[in-house]
């Protein structure tokens, strides 16, 4: 299957993190359109396991919604770090704990109908406890949960956010949890 041509590409914004483009393309239909994509580095998603019966989640004030969300430890990879490099950075900063075996379980996109962002669903487990040490900008709370209790709150609603959503699920299935 053909995919689309780039004819003219314009940055529109570059930011601490992403980069707005805008895009004019013809599409594998033949149609052409002007795309905007938000350009973004890839990033990690990881899933603390404690021991098979207990997860770590993060209570997070996300600004965007304004709102404070349950997730998984996420964060972008920074450069010449591996995934598995920054699964365990992310991992240590914002939960303070150290995790002594890390494995990628999945990769996925976040949001593909506006950016590239790809996601890696990282497993962390031998877990030894350290101190956090979160971004200046991030406010977040660390809490060790059940596992029974996480996918309950993910199947009430409590969970809302998409990255969460998916990795839990993702080891729902890879992991029998």
């Keep these: 299957m053909p995919k689309s041509k780039i004819l003219n590409s314009k940055k529109l914004?570059?930011?601490?993190?992403?980069?707005?483009?805008?895009?004019?393309?013809?599409?594998p239909s033949g149609r052409s359109t002007t795309r905007e994509v938000v350009r973004h580095p890839p990033a990690v998603v990881v899933l603390p396991m404690i021991n098979k019966s207990e997860i770590v989640l993060i209570r997070q004030?996300?600004?965007a919604v304004?709102?404070?969300?349950w997730e998984l430890p996420a964060g972008s990879v920074e450069n010449?770090?591996?995934?598995?490099?920054?699964?365990?950075?992310?991992?240590?900063?914002e939960t303070g704990y150290r995790a002594g075996v890390v494995s990628e379980l999945a990769k996925f996109y976040s949001a593909p109908?506006?950016?590239?962002?790809?996601?890696?669903?990282?497993?962390?487990?031998?877990?030894?406890?350290?101190?956090?040490?979160?971004?200046s900008d991030e406010s977040i709370e660390c809490h060790a949960i059940s596992r029974e209790?996480?996918?309950?709150?993910?199947?009430?609603?409590?969970?809302i956010d998409a990255k969460?959503?998916?990795g839990l699920l993702l080891a729902k299935s890879k992991l029998n949890l």
């Design 80 to 93: 010449g770090e591996s995934i598995l490099e920054a699964g365990g950075r992310e991992l240590e900063e």
């Design 149 to 159: 209790k996480v996918f309950a709150m993910l199947f009430g609603g409590d969970i």
């Design 113 to 135: 109908g506006f950016t590239d962002e790809q996601m890696h669903l990282i497993l962390a487990s031998q877990l030894t406890k350290t101190e956090a040490h979160p971004d």
């Design 164 to 166: 969460t959503i998916a």
């Design 66 to 69: 304004d709102d404070f969300l």
């Design 61 to 63: 004030y996300r600004y």
């Design 13 to 27: 914004f570059t930011g601490k993190s992403i980069e707005l483009v805008q895009d004019y393309v013809v599409e």
